[in-house]
């Protein structure tokens, strides 16, 4: 297929998208604190397995019904600094602040007492939250017309989203650091802290620099106020309606519930796997492998995958390089049983190959480690006394397109779907209901994915209590942590594969909106 130029007008500024880059290292560094957190809600905070998954899951399905009244508002909102940035300037501010106070838990408090603490606050955090979110995936999506610019927006701003999940594995390691810290409770109050501050710094950026659609003159806007709350909600309900019946959104939807959730329910699974199964519940033993390998997953996505997924994009469309990608991260999710068994990893720790690397490993943290220590940062070293693992990296490459390419496709095609819902509905544009929407079913998956991974968890065996699980139940986690994903994309594949919103329909769509508006063509 042959691309169409991007027109200098649709072309987005260096400043703008590192601005937007900003507000996506928040939108990832929030959820991934969380998710790490939760593990030390079991292990610091003593709570059951199946109360700590429903932690994780229903305070979701409160923010996936907030999610769509507050792309709504910011929808319909007239302000002088536009209908996005004010809502994305106060939610970074109370998202950082609600962030500290929810994980101020104590151990000595009741499992009863934090629970419903901790369930509480995660809902009054998560409206905060949706405040940021919703309106800075809308204005992602109104910050350019032309079809491959905003595969180019969101593949960068996704990139600069995986610098949070390089740094978030490190939590769990900062955390349970007895150096560090005196216990991982006291870990967690005030690594909470750290992040909060960080957040509302890196996420009042994107509403100070980037700039959607001239909406000044944007017909068909309900006002909003208490007044019309009634009204409002009819509004709403209509709006939700038609993105409800729009078939290319909901395929959309569809495949991000299932690639994303899929790889939630085990997203955990792969540090209790190298903690209890490749190193027998040694903590000490397994060191810092868990955050490598979650590091190194969010470099190669970033700086390998991503620009891979935008470049077959501009050559083959969206929907190609959606099946595409999510073929290839099949095939590195079945890689993880020979990646993550014992034998292999020591019988390859055993040739010549692998001396040289754990020799040239070691010469560099002996070099490294002074300087580390001195700047407090011993955590980061590696301990080859227990062997390398080399193999559990082997799958990294290919696992990395399944989410690398999901959300910069995604993200883009959906923007593409708003084109579409205003040839067919009208003004106002619904960026931020689409938004939200789609936000909404990733949420509503999460939810499950968290509650199912939680019950996985119990399923198979797993005793948060000991340090040493049976092998019945750590050959079952790690069928578990191949399966559920890898059944998942399959159907995603499946749910793509009509896709129909091409490039050639897209441009055709933009010039009748063009010639609607009497805009200009330059």
């Not at 996505?301 to 190609?320: C, D, E, L, M, Q």
Request: glycine share 8%; net charge neutral.
């Amino acid at each position: 297929m042959t691309s169409k130029p991007t027109a200098k007008k649709d072309k987005i500024p260096l400043g703008q998208k590192l601005a937007f880059g900003s507000g996506h290292f928040v939108l990832n560094l929030l959820p991934g604190a969380l998710g790490f957190f939760m593990f030390f809600l079991l292990t610091a905070f003593g709570m059951d397995p199946f109360l700590a998954g429903l932690l994780g899951g229903l305070p979701r399905i409160f923010d996936a019904i907030t999610d769509p009244i507050m792309g709504f508002i910011s929808d319909n909102t007239k302000s002088k600094y536009g209908r996005r940035r004010p809502y994305i300037f106060v939610g970074a501010i109370l998202s950082g602040i609600l962030f500290i106070l929810l994980w101020q838990l104590d151990p000595e408090n009741s499992q009863a007492y934090n629970f419903w603490f901790f369930l509480i606050m995660s809902m009054v955090f998560l409206i905060g939250n949706t405040m940021f979110a919703t309106p800075l995936v809308g204005l992602g999506y109104e910050m350019t017309p032309d079809y491959n610019e905003r595969t180019r927006l969101m593949a960068f701003s996704q990139s600069m989203g995986q610098i949070a999940w390089m740094i978030v594995p490190w939590f769990w390691v900062i955390i349970a650091d007895p150096n560090i810290f005196e216990n991982q409770a006291v870990g967690v109050n005030q690594m909470a802290v750290y992040i909060g501050v960080t957040c509302m710094i890196f996420g009042i950026i994107p509403a100070i620099f980037c700039r959607g659609i001239d909406a000044a003159n944007m017909e068909n806007r309900k006002r909003i106020s208490f007044n019309t709350l009634l009204s409002n909600l009819k509004e709403l309900f209509q709006s939700i309606a038609e993105v409800s019946r729009n078939k290319p959104f909901l395929r959309l939807c569809g495949a991000t519930f299932l690639v994303f959730n899929g790889f939630q329910i085990v997203a955990a699974f792969s540090v209790f796997i190298i903690v209890f199964y490749m190193f027998e519940g040694s903590y000490v033993g397994a060191g810092t492998w868990p955050a490598w390998f979650s590091m190194i997953s969010a470099i190669v996505t970033a700086f390998i995958v991503i620009p891979i997924v935008s470049w077959i994009s501009g050559k083959f469309g969206k929907r190609n390089a959606f099946i595409l990608s999510t073929a290839l991260s099949i095939i590195g999710y079945v890689l993880k049983w020979w990646g993550f068994d014992n034998d292999l990893n020591q019988r390859f720790n055993e040739t010549g190959f692998a001396q040289t690397l754990n020799n040239m490993v070691y010469n560099i943290f002996e070099f490294l480690n002074p300087y580390l220590d001195a700047a407090g940062m011993s955590w980061f070293s590696i301990d080859v006394s227990y062997g390398i693992p080399w193999l559990i990296f082997m799958p990294i490459p290919l696992i990395a397109f399944g989410l690398g390419g999901l959300f910069t496709l995604m993200l883009s095609m959906t923007a593409d779907v708003c084109d579409l819902d205003e040839l067919k509905n009208g003004m106002p544009r619904k960026e931020g209901t689409f938004g939200a929407v789609y936000w909404w079913m990733v949420k509503l998956g999460q939810a499950l994915a968290l509650v199912i991974g939680g019950l996985v968890l119990k399923l198979v065996g797993f005793d948060q209590n000991s340090t040493q699980q049976t092998v019945e139940t750590l050959t079952n986690l790690r069928i578990a942590d191949i399966v559920i994903p890898s059944v998942t994309a399959a159907l995603a594949i499946w749910v793509m594969w009509k896709y129909d919103l091409t490039e050639d329909r897209t441009n055709e769509i933009k010039e009748t909106l063009i010639k609607r508006r009497g805009e200009l063509k330059r």
